[in-house]
């Protein structure tokens, strides 16, 4: 089993900053690419960033210069800076883990239960 436990959501007024942090932990043997991805009402899903495990980061164009994806391989974390936040980025933020699973026969996607964020205007 697989586990991922996320935490930093909350509410913020615009212009202020969160971080989110996102910790795996269980029967993983490596982790590939880790993610933020979110979700609000009446929308899919949506990627936010990326980071791989070489430390490639991939961002979407409405967070570009305002979010910040980062990882501690030794901790199996990834957390995300979210300065500047606007009305718009209000959402269910999700983590997303690409990893192998000990005794496992491909890499597989965990996903954490999700954090709500609220930005007020």
């Known amino acids: 089993q697989v586990q991922l436990v996320e935490s930093g959501g909350g509410l913020v007024q615009a212009g202020g900053s969160l971080r989110l942090s996102c910790a795996a932990s269980?029967?993983?043997?490596?982790?590939?690419?880790m993610g933020w991805y979110r979700q609000s009402p009446g929308k899919q899903r949506e990627l936010v960033a990326l980071?791989?495990?070489?430390?490639?980061?991939n961002y979407a164009d409405s967070v570009k210069g305002r979010f910040t994806i980062s990882r501690d391989n030794a901790k199996n974390t990834v957390y995300l800076q979210m300065n500047s936040l606007k009305p718009e980025d209000t959402a269910v933020y999700y983590c997303?883990?690409?990893?192998?699973?000990?005794?496992?026969?491909?890499?597989?996607?965990?996903w954490g239960q999700g954090t709500q964020v609220t930005v007020s205007s």
């Open positions: 997303n883990v690409n990893g192998w699973p000990e005794f496992g026969t491909r890499w597989s996607d965990y």
């Open positions: 980071i791989t495990s070489g430390g490639s980061t």
């Open positions: 269980g029967s993983i043997f490596s982790i590939n690419a």
